[in-house]
């Protein structure tokens, strides 16, 4: 079991920056792949960011590629979305989620959230035009 809060949510200018993070608790966030998802007013909630166990393959939206960064410290258990270059169409709640099942069905299928099986509440991110 592992609890997630995010937290670096607010409010920018189009063109700004966030730091989004993702505390983990009461389990080892290395146990886990992490996704990045959010949620618009209306709107399904779609895949944004993801990462393997260790860290090092990274998977994104079309939207945001180039844009985004997704990282994780397992040491620290934390999972960080780097956002540069805000668009307004980037506002949404935005949500960290785990991922506790098979390593290859992961690998293979890509990243929808209803593959991921811990969420966190959300942060909510705003970008001015």
């Known amino acids: 079991q592992v609890q997630l809060v995010e937290s670096g949510g607010g409010l920018v200018q189009a063109g700004g920056s966030l730091r989004l993070s993702c505390a983990a608790s009461?389990?080892?966030?290395?146990?886990?792949?992490m996704g990045w998802f959010r949620q618009a007013p209306g709107k399904e909630r779609e895949f944004v960011a993801a990462?393997?166990?260790?860290?090092?393959?990274?998977y994104y939206a079309d939207s945001v590629k180039g844009r985004f960064t997704i990282s994780r410290n397992n040491a620290e258990n934390t999972v960080y979305l780097q956002m540069n270059s805000l668009k307004p169409e980037d506002t949404a709640v935005y949500y960290c989620?785990?991922?506790?099942?098979?390593?290859?069905?992961?690998?293979?299928?890509?990243?929808?959230?209803?593959?991921?099986?811990?969420w966190g509440q959300g942060t909510q991110v705003t970008v001015s035009s």
């Open positions: 989620a785990a991922y506790v099942g098979y390593r290859s069905r992961w690998y293979s299928r890509g990243s929808g959230p209803n593959s991921y099986d811990y």
């Open positions: 009461g389990s080892t966030l290395g146990s886990y792949a």
């Open positions: 990462i393997n166990w260790s860290g090092d393959s990274t």
